[in-house]
């Protein structure tokens, strides 16, 4: 409800933010989508041609493709699954009357402030390390042969580091949820005779789905193009065990120089995040604001 | 100087017409209420005059100049909101001044007049106050003297009592016609509640579904009401609405009759009825009596304290010179 | 009505949320400890908790190898500067999206989201070549740009859901007391929102701060932040354990002070304004 006048005034307050974004999305966009017909690498400037499809043949039909994609789908349900569970025990602590409730929200917050280079450069070496780490020193300890994480299981490794990283984000929203839980829905549940159990899954959990949602979708936009944690940790390898598709991509283009390729993985990429976009837009559209 | 004047204003939202065009206008100096029941358009309308909304169509003048198309602050009006909209994060002080400050008004013409709308509205112990720290009461006087600083050519109300508590609301009541007698301004004011539109207007427009119902001074729709809407919503208790046989009687569709114009009487009258529940106010006594052959109870008053009880029987009479007799159309009959 | 709970379940609900809270934070705090060592003692096995002889050799070598304050200027200006920049943009959308929403308001918030969840990789190659082109390779200005676009949506939403908190009849009571769209955003609107801002400040900060795609990809020498200094770090050298936990500490330090003293709103922006 408002005026034309104030509708006039509202499109142009508007309109730098959608003009800014449509161009930050449709001017490398078609860039890319140029780039992909094409033979063109970096190291042969002047050399550039129309192949058709060539580029995606090699793309798609590459291993290392399967491999990375495979790879990107375990890297974010993995993570989806560690925080959402661990955040939902976590939150259910937190939610409980103890003293120093401020101190351990922080604690518990930190890692999110943590940059990935940094917590992946951390726990490659100090803890990873399978010679000075200190899950190799523990290992000893109980008389274990020292395991060499990143390179045994290098992306359940990288799934643990990038859960640590996000699980005070998935804890805190569903902290905040749990706290805006009406406390006499519990209790007039109590009062039907509903055990603990009962309470949990029937209640919390239902009133918890708009918060799961979030976590979800927030963390899948991120998780899409974790990048950092595997540069620095295991840069992909060893071969293609823990390359997901954006690291893939950036080995093909700015490692291997050629553009082409990399472009065509990139339109891959994007046609893939869409469709996991629509999905969790979907899921939002229904879950979220109503 | 602060005369409206609506010239066939309609609005509509997107394909709901809320309002059909209609024209009204409101003389300088009046005190003009809009009442209705929630979603007439009674807010709408006031929006329209503010300038909140655009019209869809006819036109607005103020003091005779066409203001359709002037934005709100340029329309010389003031408005109290149902919210009272205060900046919460201003003091009282930078609350009334901030339209002052909007206008570029000099520094020592603002305090000038924050001062005598302080003093007016008993808020000068309040000025370095913020919103948060103030009663219902007080916020409202802030919002009205916010508008009172403006010296505006007329002042819009939209419900601006609803939010306080009953007892809060009859003083409220009081100031605010009292203000409207000091300042000689014109005031808009809508409410859904009748008892502030009889106490208060000096011509009441009554609204029904964007339409105007009736316009007049509070006595001529309590005498006359043009309609049966008009007639059962002016007026506390309610009417008594009759049809039936009982309305054939008086050549009409419907016929109406106030609690006031019911005589009483223990033995004899023209109606011979049960008595329901009585509500005692001391001064007056309300009894829902059930008539037989009458699809609802009437309401009867009585004054003073009358020994009737649960289930006694009662007969009234109606007093014929107070009687109203709609037509089919629901339209009086004079 | 809070429920009174026995002091007996209460300490042992505190020894748990301890332990839970304490192992999530071990990472860091073995950093820090870690980078006040010599080299010996952060590798020594059994690990050395705190009896060890403290010194601050590490920090001052690494800022003399990694030139530090470099970085960290950089890390400032980028996260300060896009948050700034996004501001500016964003709040006059998020105005118009709360307080004149149309049938269309809906689409383009999911829309602006979405342009989020398009991986950056697939642009990495045309942002590479026109920042080359235009010769943004490695400038602060050209990172501000990228950073502040890819942060914009975020932005956005999270100012959309704070202004709608605000009733629309305070701006609605400005307009009527003659405020100009400039004063009644800047006078009304904006202090009646600080608390939702300064979130979305604190949010955005943190995520242009640590954003480790664009800033590896973009910058060299010049114009690297943190999160670059400290990627240097992962080649052999990076054995250096109380070296590396120094440079670590340094990069981390500044939002981590920052997180401390604005707890109550960076608690509140770090659910990005969604759950209340």
């Not at chain 2, 109300?157 to 300042?183: C, T």
């Not at chain 3, 050209?142 to 009849?169: A, D, H, Q």
């Amino acid at each position: 409800m408002a005026t034309k006048h104030s509708r006039a005034s509202a499109r142009i307050m508007i309109s730098p933010a959608v003009i800014l974004l449509l161009g930050w999305m449709l001017i490398p966009l078609s860039m890319t989508l140029y780039f992909s017909f094409l033979r063109y690498n970096l190291l042969m400037p002047g050399m550039e041609e129309f192949t058709g499809l060539t580029n995606y043949k090699y793309f798609l039909t590459d291993p290392a493709f399967f491999a990375a994609l495979t790879n990107t789908i375990l890297l974010v349900c993995g993570v989806l699954l560690v925080t959402v569970i661990g955040g939902v025990f976590l939150a259910l602590l937190l939610d409980q009357p103890f003293f120093g409730q401020g101190i351990v929200r922080i604690l518990v917050i930190a890692p999110f402030f943590v940059m990935p280079t940094v917590s992946a450069l951390v726990w490659k070496n100090m803890f990873m390390n399978p010679v000075n780490g200190l899950f190799a020193h523990l290992f000893k300890f109980f008389g274990l042969e020292p395991f060499d994480f990143l390179a045994q299981a290098p992306l359940a490794s990288i799934i643990g580091i990038v859960s640590w990283q996000w699980l005070p984000f998935a804890t805190l929203i569903l902290l905040t949820a749990f706290q805006s839980l009406d406390q006499e829905q519990l209790e007039a549940s109590e009062m039907d005779g509903a055990p603990w159990i009962k309470r949990f899954w029937f209640i919390m959990l239902p009133h918890l789905s708009r918060a799961i949602t979030v976590v979800i979708l927030i963390q899948t936009i991120f998780l899409l193009s974790v990048f950092a944690e595997i540069l620095v940790t295991t840069n992909g390898g060893p071969g293609t065990a823990s390359t997901n598709l954006t690291y893939l991509i950036y080995m093909q283009s700015l490692l291997q120089f050629d553009v082409g390729g990399g472009s065509a993985g990139g339109v891959v990429a994007i046609i893939l995040a869409n469709i996991v976009a629509i999905f969790l837009m979907r899921m939002i559209g229904k879950n979220l604001d109503a | 100087m602060g005369r409206i004047t609506l010239d066939k204003v309609s609005k509509a939202f997107g394909d709901v017409e809320v309002i059909p065009p209609l024209d009204l206008t409101i003389e300088d100096g009046e005190f003009v209420v809009f009442v209705g029941p929630s979603g007439c358009g009674k807010s709408t309308l006031l929006r329209l005059i503010a300038g909140l909304e655009d019209v869809s169509g006819g036109e607005i003048r103020i003091n005779g100049q066409d203001a359709t198309q002037t934005p709100p602050a340029k329309r010389g009006l003031a408005m109290v909101f149902q919210s009272y909209a205060l900046y919460p994060h201003m003091s009282v002080r930078k609350n009334i001044a901030f339209p002052m400050r909007m206008a570029g008004m000099p520094k020592d013409e603002q305090d000038r007049r924050i001062e005598a709308a302080a003093k007016a509205l008993n808020l000068t112990d309040y000025l370095d106050r913020r919103p948060g720290q103030l009663s219902g009461g007080q916020r409202q006087r802030v919002a009205i003297g916010r508008a009172i600083v403006r010296e505006p050519d007329a002042f819009l109300f939209d419900e601006p009592l609803s939010n306080l508590d009953a007892a809060l609301r009859v003083g409220m009541r009081l100031e605010i016609s009292e203000l409207h007698k000091r300042l000689t301004t014109t005031m808009v004011y809508v409410t859904h509640d009748q008892v502030e539109a009889m106490t208060m207007a000096d011509k009441i427009v009554v609204l029904q579904a964007g339409r105007i119902e009736q316009v007049g001074s509070p006595m001529e729709l309590y005498r006359s009401p043009r309609n049966v809407f008009v007639a059962g919503f002016i007026g506390s208790p309610k009417m008594n609405l009759l049809t039936g046989p009982e309305a054939d009687k008086h050549s009409a569709t419907t016929i109406g009759i106030r609690p006031e114009h019911i005589a009483i009487s223990s033995d004899a009258g023209a109606w011979k009825g049960t008595v329901g529940v009585s509500e005692h106010l001391g001064s007056d006594t309300f009894f829902h009596v059930t008539v037989e052959g009458f699809h609802d109870p009437l309401t009867v008053r009585a004054s003073g304290e009358v020994a009737l009880y649960y289930g006694d029987t009662i007969y009234l009479t109606p007093d014929l010179a107070h009687l109203h007799r709609f037509d089919a159309q629901g339209l009086r009959i004079a | 009505m809070a429920r009174s709970v026995s002091t007996n379940r209460k300490l042992v609900t505190t020894f748990f949320a301890w332990v839970v809270g304490l192992a999530i934070f071990f990472p860091i705090l073995w950093t820090i400890l870690t980078s006040f060592k010599t080299e010996a003692q952060a590798i020594a096995d059994p690990p050395i908790f705190f009896n060890f002889h403290w010194t601050l050799e590490n920090y001052v070598t690494v800022q003399e190898r990694s030139n530090y304050f470099r970085h960290f200027w950089n890390s400032v200006v980028l996260s300060g500067g896009s948050t700034l920049l996004g501001l500016i943009i964003a709040i006059p959308a998020a105005w118009s999206m709360a307080f004149v929403p149309s049938r269309r308001t809906k689409d383009i918030l999911m829309w602006m989201l979405s342009t989020k969840m398009l991986p950056p990789v697939g642009v990495l190659v045309p942002m590479y070549l026109i920042f080359r082109n235009l010769g943004l390779l490695d400038t602060q200005i050209g990172l501000v740009i990228v950073l502040t676009l890819i942060n914009l949506p975020i932005i956005v939403w999270m100012l959309y859901t704070y202004f709608k908190e605000i009733p629309g009849e305070i701006l609605e009571a400005a307009r009527m007391d003659g405020a100009t769209l400039r004063s009644e955003i800047l006078y009304v609107l904006t202090p009646m929102a600080i608390p939702g801002i300064a979130s979305t400040v604190l949010l955005n900060i943190i995520l242009a701060w640590n954003e480790a795609f664009w800033t590896l990809n973009l910058t060299a020498a010049k114009a690297a932040p943190l999160t670059a200094f400290i990627a240097s770090y992962s080649s052999p050298e990076g054995l250096f354990y109380a070296k590396l936990s120094a440079a670590s500490t340094m990069a981390i330090a500044p939002i981590l002070i920052m997180g401390w003293f604005s707890q109550k709103q960076l608690v509140r922006g770090l659910t990005f304004g969604a759950v209340k």
